[in-house]
């Protein structure tokens, strides 16, 4: 069991803010990561590590998306770090 609430975006109780947060997240990737479920339960840490992902793997970055993706995937990996 969790021990932070991962959110549902179909949620009666969900905050307008969270609800909010999801529907960025799910625009934004396609579908909505469990990540992104549990940082709905504080949306401004969630839209300040959204930003943080888009500054450091997305914007202005000189790799194309599938090397800037195995990068992390090997930095995970070296680190065990695995999710």
């Known amino acids: 069991m969790a021990r932070i609430p991962i959110l549902q975006e179909d949620d009666p ?23 992104y479920r549990v940082l709905a339960n504080r949306p401004e840490a969630g839209r300040a590590f959204s ?4 500054t450091v793997y997305r914007s202005g970055s000189t790799l194309a998306p599938k090397d800037a993706e195995l990068a992390y995937l090997t930095a995970t990996v070296v680190n065990d770090c695995y999710y």
């Open 51 to 54: 930003e943080l992902v888009r």
């Open 13 to 35: 109780a969900l905050s307008e803010d969270s609800r909010a947060f999801l529907a960025e997240s799910g625009r934004a990737r396609g579908k909505i990561m469990n990540l």
